[in-house]
């Protein structure tokens, strides 16, 4: 499938090159699912990198370069998703792909081999699983956000200090569900307690009876925590069903969750008070310079919108870190150069909020705090 035939969500020429007449132009790209039910997210990720980048060119862009950032449908299957991220590759020769989403797409798009032969690194996967992110055959693709590992620990710390002992473990049944089940698991029996429950949910969106068998289920074993790994959708349907019968045990979901997709799958009075582990700085407090700085550009440019979601900072980190990348390069501005400068040039202070890599380390940061939802369904923190 020719690029030209896929659907683009944009592609920005940011700091109109006509006003940059023999600047070196430096392309980078994003492929990512824009339909279904990540579309919300995974756009406000996308748009946010592009808006960020686009301010950066028309300040003058960065040691005489200006940045091309192409952003494609990248289709919610894996191996799509790979064929797509491999004929962008081909055509467009970016130097690294941005905000690349999903334990089963990276995953994919690591085994099909695309990035060590064209040497293109992956900055910002949005990746939680601890097996994928500890890959032997990985050595492109950085992650910015904490792992399953550090998110589970926060959150079995937080939940049995406030909520009690009684834990529920409710999580999807595939790989990214069974390592959140692992890892928090692990964390309560370093505290000396064991899961009252733990309950498989379906990877697809669950009806009404599965979810309230579940829900009474957990409410009779009078359960004081719930730990949930699953998609918002699964989250807010058994949020309905139990707090509708009655349950009022603390819930908390890990980082995969949306705010706003919860409150769509349930109302934003069932999602008052469930707690979410958060991987980037609060944006309530505005008390990084990154939180604030990121606030400005949104609505600088006219997306207040964009100023108060999560996913839309996970994508403006990412583009902030290349930025910050490519500012330690003096040659040539290669695959080869960006993942050097990562890997040897860091750590990398974006405002209040440090990355590090190294040789062998693929994992930015171990930053998780707890959220959360108010009573407009935004997380406070």
Not at 38 to 59: D, F, G, I, K
Not at 135 to 140: A, G, I, K, L, Q
Not at 227 to 245: H, I, P, Q, T
Not at 344 to 351: A, E, I, S, V
Request: proline share 3%.
């Amino acid at each position: 499938m020719k690029i030209k035939r896929i659907a683009l969500l944009g592609t920005l020429v940011a700091a109109l090159l006509s006003s940059h007449a023999g600047a070196d132009v430096v392309t980078v790209a994003q492929v990512l699912p824009l339909e279904g039910s990540v579309a919300p997210s995974t756009r406000a990720t996308a748009e946010a990198a592009e808006l960020y980048l686009r301010r950066v060119n028309e300040a003058g862009g960065v040691n005489g370069h200006t940045i091309k950032i192409v952003t494609i449908n990248g289709s919610s299957n894996a191996d799509t998703a790979s064929q797509r991220a491999a004929e962008v590759v081909r055509q467009q020769h970016p130097v690294a792909l941005l905000n690349y989403y999903g334990s089963s797409r990276t995953a994919a798009l690591i085994k099909s081999g695309v990035l060590d032969a064209a040497h293109t690194p992956v900055i910002g996967a949005i990746v939680s699983a601890t097996q994928l992110r500890q890959s032997p055959e990985n050595r492109w693709v950085f992650y910015i956000r904490a792992g399953m590992k550090a998110e589970a620990e926060r959150m079995v710390r937080q939940s049995v200090t406030v909520g009690g002992k009684r834990v529920a473990v409710l999580y999807q049944d595939d790989a990214f569900g069974e390592d959140g089940r692992d890892k928090s698991t692990a964390a309560m029996q370093s505290l000396g307690i064991k899961p009252v429950l733990t309950v498989p949910l379906e990877t697809k969106a669950m009806g009404a009876p599965s979810l309230n068998k579940i829900s009474e289920t957990v409410l009779n074993a009078n359960i004081d925590v719930i730990l949930m790994f699953s998609d918002s959708v699964n989250v807010g349907g058994f949020l309905k069903a139990y707090r509708e019968r009655g349950g009022n045990a603390l819930v908390t979901t890990n980082s995969a969750l949306s705010a706003d997709e919860l409150v769509r799958a349930s109302s934003a009075d069932l999602a008052r008070g469930v707690c979410v582990a958060e991987v980037m700085p609060a944006l309530d407090k505005h008390d990084t310079k990154l939180t604030r700085t990121f606030a400005a550009d949104m609505i600088a440019v006219g997306r207040p919108d964009l100023a108060k979601s999560t996913t839309a900072l996970e994508g403006y980190v990412s583009a902030r870190l290349f930025v910050e990348v490519l500012r330690k390069i003096s040659g040539p501005v290669t695959g080869d150069a960006v993942r050097t400068a990562l890997q040897t040039r860091g750590p990398f202070d974006l405002g209040g909020f440090e990355l590090k890599y190294g040789l062998s380390q693929l994992e930015g940061s171990k930053y998780v705090d707890i959220g959360i939802i108010g009573r407009e369904g935004r997380v406070l923190n």
